[in-house]
């Protein structure tokens, strides 16, 4: 099927308000998308709704002794699948509207990526850099107490994983609290996923978002005319890119696509500034630089730019943006000159800087699938948890020892012989990392074509936002319809 090129005549759908919050961004998204499809009002109205969202308050004494009430929030969007699943963020905005959709956001993207969770999606309103490590673990405790006295965490219930400003190490806090106090449920580690390896977690899930994004850009790039449509070659080989955010998942997406991919990271914008190299940014060298000056300016051979936000603006073939909701706007929307925009944040576009750059002809790579990598192996982490064995464990030697008989054959009746190396190369049993990357690679490249080629049969005033959302309402559709609720 011959796809669309990404522009488009006219105005559609999105209104140019500028102060929508961002549930409500969400829920025109679906609104639009929904009206695209054939399903029962009553049936939308359902999809679209959170399921539950609880607010607590609850004390810390910090280290000074002083008495400090912090909020928190959880959103289950939706529980037509069970357990729900997102992220955890400690982040001085956190507000009930941004918990309920980013919950939201979580129920679609489980939904397009196949993973078989509801959304959910938790908030602590700090900024967690003026907290010590020990309040910070007390915070993670008390929340998890908290979540588990109202029965929102759990293996078959909720599952938390990390989100802006969260790691491993609060993982494995939540983790520990959750088990001590439910000691006799023997899938108590499957409570939470993004956890160090040693305490349940599974190889490959700190880089799964980023890898994701680069699984994703890269099969979006292979497609020829989608490519020609854009004015760009085909491959992401030479691929000028320009990542905002170098946390967690930017670093990755940077480090992958460079590595990887072959693509050139010709701008960076971090928290402190950003900077310009046309020739290259080597993304490790501005760790380390980052790491020993506490900023990414004054990398060496690179440009300063005059402010942060500046660097969104710079001359390259993909903008990934990695850091928060919001960064792209209708103030900054008309001077961006990316073909493509990888959102690797959540919500980082606002649905008139969207409409508009849709408009212009940007192929926006929506976050519910672009950054779905994260929670496909925290899908992974959760199977390993509750089978209770890490994945390769059973096949690995015997793989290894069918393929080495496989090639003894091949050399006895050919005359062949394989050298140490090959044989080691090609007879290699799957490891737990090769499966995660493998499943991801599999679950990106699926679930890009599927969304594609949604927006392929609805015409070129569909881009693949919409697609992505038609692809998940259907999807959540077809679970309240087998629960016979819904006609
Ligand atoms: P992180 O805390 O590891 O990194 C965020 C980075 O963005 C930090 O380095 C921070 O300094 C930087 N930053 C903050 N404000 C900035 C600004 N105004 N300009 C430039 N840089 C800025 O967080 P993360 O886990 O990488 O998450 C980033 C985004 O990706 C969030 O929107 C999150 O919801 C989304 N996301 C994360 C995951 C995951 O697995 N971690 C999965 C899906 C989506």
Do not use: W
């Given at each position: 099927m011959l796809f669309p090129p990404f522009r488009k005549p006219t105005v559609w759908g999105?209104?140019?308000?500028?102060?929508?919050?961002f549930f409500d961004q969400v829920n025109k998204n679906f609104d639009r998308a929904a009206?695209?499809?054939?399903?029962?009002p009553g049936l939308l109205e359902q999809i679209k709704s959170v399921n539950s969202v609880i607010h607590f308050t609850f004390p810390l004494i910090r280290d000074d002794s002083s008495l400090k009430v912090i909020h928190a929030w959880r959103a289950e969007?939706?529980?037509?699948?069970?357990?729900t699943k997102g992220g955890i963020r400690y982040a001085a905005n956190v507000n009930e509207d941004e918990v309920m959709a980013l919950s939201a956001l979580m129920t679609y993207k489980c939904a397009i990526v196949n993973v078989p969770f509801g959304g959910a999606k938790g908030g602590v309103?700090?900024?967690?850099?003026?907290?010590s490590v020990g309040e910070l673990e007390r915070i993670t405790r008390r929340f998890t107490f908290e979540l588990n006295k109202k029965n929102f965490?759990?293996?078959?219930l909720d599952v938390p994983a990390p989100d802006f400003a969260t790691s491993g190490r609060e993982m494995a806090w939540i983790a520990d609290t959750y088990m001590s106090l439910n000691p006799?449920?023997?899938?108590?580690?499957?409570?939470?996923?993004?956890?160090?390896v040693g305490q349940g977690g599974i190889r490959g899930r700190v880089e799964a978002t980023g890898r994701g994004v680069f699984f994703g850009l890269r099969e979006v790039c292979i497609i020829v005319e989608d490519m020609r449509a854009l004015g760009l070659t085909p491959g992401l080989e030479g691929k000028r890119v320009v990542v905002q955010g170098l946390g967690n998942v930017g670093y990755h997406a940077a480090k992958f696509m460079q590595?990887?991919?072959?693509?050139?990271?010709v701008g960076m914008i971090e928290y402190e500034g950003s900077i310009s190299k046309p020739d290259g940014i080597d993304v490790e060298a501005l760790m380390a630089h980052r790491s020993e000056?506490?900023?990414?300016?004054?990398?060496?051979?690179?440009e300063d730019l005059p402010?942060?936000?500046?660097?969104?603006?710079?001359?390259?073939?993909i903008l990934i943006p990695?850091?928060?909701?919001?960064?792209?706007t209708m103030d900054n929307a008309p001077r961006i000159k990316a073909k493509i925009i990888a959102?690797?944040?959540?919500?980082?576009?606002?649905s008139d800087a969207s409409a508009h750059l849709f408009e212009r002809g940007v192929m926006i790579i929506p976050d519910a699938y672009i950054n779905a990598g994260g929670v496909t192996v925290s899908y992974f982490e959760w199977l390993k948890d509750l089978q209770h064995v890490r994945f390769g464990r059973m096949e690995k030697r015997f793989v290894e020892s069918s393929s080495r008989k496989l090639l003894s054959a091949i050399e006895n009746s050919t005359n062949r012989i394989f050298s140490d190396q090959e044989i080691a190369e090609i007879a290699k049993g799957p490891g737990e990392i090769d499966l995660v990357n493998s499943g991801l690679e599999e679950t990106m490249i699926e679930a890009y074509h599927e969304i594609r080629e949604i927006k392929c049969a609805k015409?070129?005033?569909?881009?693949l936002r919409t697609a992505s959302m038609i692809d998940a309402i259907d999807k959540v559709a077809v679970s309240y319809r087998e629960l016979g609720v819904f006609p």
């Open positions: 999105y209104h140019m308000t500028a102060d929508l919050s009206a695209m499809t054939e399903h029962p969007h939706s529980q037509h699948k069970l357990p309103k700090i900024s967690a850099h003026e907290y965490i759990g293996p078959g006799h449920d023997i899938d108590a580690m499957g409570c939470v996923t993004a956890k160090p590595e990887e991919g072959g693509a050139v990271i000056t506490g900023s990414i300016l004054g990398f060496p051979g690179a402010s942060r936000d500046v660097g969104l603006e710079l001359d390259c073939d990695a850091a928060l909701e919001n960064a792209i959102e690797a944040a959540n919500g980082p576009i606002s015409g070129d005033n569909v881009d």
